[in-house]
């Protein structure tokens, strides 16, 4: 969920993870280890201004997910323990897996690392692991304006779904790196996916994909993609 009027075109997300031992005089067990799971997502919002000034924060939502789970588990010394964490964690986040089953590997490391970094110091019968999964929403002030720009010519009418969908994808090698998105004025980047249009034009893959479904359009030599 959005706040009012605000535009997600990408998002970033980071888990942060905390480790808290209980240590129990009494009854600390050599073979098992008790790990109670906390999970929360804090989402920030914030605009990018179409002058490459800096970001604008716009808000936070802070989401407690609730599910404190339990999971027993083998003691740290066990060599099985990254795919016991692993499990632990598919069965604890199965609620809320859209947000965190990207970031479940991240999560596991970070959990591994840090437990086993306590173990020489502390004998624990059971650790908190609070997990809070730190996602970023970008709203590209750039994008919007080209788009607003369009609208004003083109009356936006989009192109089909099936057009854009028949998009060529660009390989590496075909494409220079250092070349701009003429819709975001970016460079297109190695990592990124990157098509062409029938004027072999190329874009970001979500640059040219939003601004197909407002403007059948070229932007740059208003080359008319099929439209419904």
């Avoid at 596991?108 to 997990?131: G, H, N, Y």
Wanted: proline letters at 4%; aromatic letters at 8%; a negative charge.
């Amino acid at each position: 969920m959005f706040p009012s009027g605000f535009v997600s075109h990408v998002c970033f997300k980071n888990p942060f993870v905390s480790v808290e031992p209980i240590v129990s005089s009494s009854s600390y067990s050599l073979t098992d280890l008790t790990i109670k799971f906390n999970f929360s997502i804090l989402k920030r919002f914030w605009y990018i201004r179409p002058k490459d000034e800096a970001s604008e924060y716009r808000g936070r939502i802070w989401e407690d997910c609730s599910t404190k789970s339990t999971q027993i588990i083998n003691h740290l010394s066990d060599t099985m323990l990254y795919e016991k964490l692993d499990n632990a964690l598919s069965q604890v986040s199965m609620h809320f897996k859209h947000d965190f089953e990207d970031q479940q590997h991240v999560i596991v490391e970070q959990t591994a690392r840090k437990l086993l970094s306590i173990t020489t110091t502390s004998e624990m019968s059971e650790v908190c692991v609070d997990v809070e999964l730190q996602i970023d929403h970008y709203c590209d002030g750039r994008i919007m304006l080209a788009l607003e720009e369009s609208s004003s010519v083109d009356g936006m009418v989009p192109a089909s779904e099936s057009s854009i969908k028949l998009l060529e994808p660009m390989e590496d090698d075909e494409r220079n790196s250092n070349d701009e998105c003429l819709v975001c004025l970016d460079e297109l980047g190695e990592e990124t996916n990157v098509l062409r249009l029938p004027c072999s034009h190329m874009f970001h893959a979500q640059c040219i994909t939003k601004w197909l479904q407002n403007s059948h359009y070229c932007s740059l030599c208003r080359f008319e993609m099929p439209t419904d």
